[in-house]
């Protein structure tokens, strides 16, 4: 009778033990749990951080001959195509009013023509407008006709410009560029504007100023549209040599 008693209690005690092994076992798995689902919620942090980025840009300034005699004068804007970015300045005597300038030509206005310096990289529109801001301070400046022009990537840039600083110029012509056509209605509507693409241009489709084109004049914009049958994406080789496209700058002044 003694024994049974022993062996009975000795098996309470054999269960008690594995019931709390069991409850041991449990326990830390489920704060195992509780810390591993705590530690995989997502979260929304709330700060912020000022921040700072510089760009050097070389650029060429022509100031025409009776710079000196005048009260205040014109200035067109000029940015260069891809082809330009990245390299040596005289590289911008490639194409557009550089390369005419190089030639002897003469022009009644101002000209500014950054060079991009990043070879793979979209112009920077902000470092380019404080670039303007500079001459502007520095040089007897007309604001009130500061004119607008690129090719390629730079006539890409010329419309991220008017869209982003829509009341600085005074008239701008863009040369087969990237258009950002959702934007189209930020551009002011009292700058004119005129536009070239070649129709068989490889590089940056025909169809982004043809379309550009059609949703300014939808919404009543002045607009000039120049296309060039059959050329390719060197459809400024033509435009920058029609002596229109200088007189139209030259009697374009803002409202």
């Given at each position: 009778?003694?024994?049974?008693?022993?062996?009975?209690?000795?098996?309470?005690?054999?269960?008690l033990?594995?019931?709390?092994?069991?409850?041991?076992?449990?326990?830390?798995?489920?704060?195992?749990?509780?810390?591993?689902?705590?530690?995989?919620?997502?979260?929304?942090?709330?700060?912020?951080?000022?921040?700072?980025?510089?760009?050097?840009?070389?650029?060429?300034?022509?100031?025409?001959?009776?710079?000196?005699?005048s009260s205040r004068v014109p200035l067109l804007l000029f940015l260069h195509g891809g082809g330009e970015s990245g390299g040596n300045l005289e590289d911008l005597k490639t194409n557009g009013p550089p390369k005419m300038l190089a030639e002897g030509r003469e022009f009644p206005f101002a000209i500014l023509a950054p060079q991009n310096p990043n070879?793979?990289?979209?112009?920077?529109?902000?470092?380019?407008?404080?670039?303007?801001?500079?001459?502007?301070?520095?040089?007897?400046?007309?604001?009130?006709?500061?004119?607008?022009?690129?090719?390629?990537?730079?006539?890409?840039?010329?419309?991220?410009?008017?869209v982003q600083y829509p009341d600085k110029f005074a008239a701008m012509a863009v040369v087969c560029g990237m258009a950002p056509l959702p934007y189209a209605a930020w551009i002011n509507k009292d700058m004119p504007i005129w536009v070239f693409h070649g129709t068989e241009d490889k590089s940056i489709p025909f169809s982004e100023s043809e379309d550009m084109v059609a949703r300014l004049r939808e919404m009543k914009y002045n607009v000039t549209f120049t296309k060039y049958e059959g050329v390719g994406h060197d459809s400024w080789i033509q435009a920058y040599n029609t002596e229109e496209l200088y007189e139209w700058f030259m009697n374009q002044k803002k409202k």
């Amino acid at each position: 009778m003694v024994q049974n008693v022993s062996d009975n209690r000795n098996s309470l005690n054999k269960r008690l033990l594995i019931g709390k092994k069991k409850f041991l076992v449990f326990a830390f798995g489920f704060a195992l749990f509780l810390v591993q689902g705590c530690a995989g919620q997502s979260q929304l942090i709330s700060d912020k951080v000022e921040t700072v980025s510089t760009e050097v840009l070389s650029y060429y300034l022509y100031l025409p001959e009776d710079y000196k005699e005048s009260s205040r004068v014109p200035l067109l804007l000029f940015l260069h195509g891809g082809g330009e970015s990245g390299g040596n300045l005289e590289d911008l005597k490639t194409n557009g009013p550089p390369k005419m300038l190089a030639e002897g030509r003469e022009f009644p206005f101002a000209i500014l023509a950054p060079q991009n310096p990043n070879k793979r990289k979209w112009w920077n529109t902000l470092a380019v407008m404080k670039l303007l801001e500079k001459i502007v301070k520095d040089y007897k400046i007309d604001t009130n006709r500061i004119y607008l022009t690129g090719l390629s990537r730079g006539g890409g840039a010329a419309w991220e410009l008017c869209v982003q600083y829509p009341d600085k110029f005074a008239a701008m012509a863009v040369v087969c560029g990237m258009a950002p056509l959702p934007y189209a209605a930020w551009i002011n509507k009292d700058m004119p504007i005129w536009v070239f693409h070649g129709t068989e241009d490889k590089s940056i489709p025909f169809s982004e100023s043809e379309d550009m084109v059609a949703r300014l004049r939808e919404m009543k914009y002045n607009v000039t549209f120049t296309k060039y049958e059959g050329v390719g994406h060197d459809s400024w080789i033509q435009a920058y040599n029609t002596e229109e496209l200088y007189e139209w700058f030259m009697n374009q002044k803002k409202k």
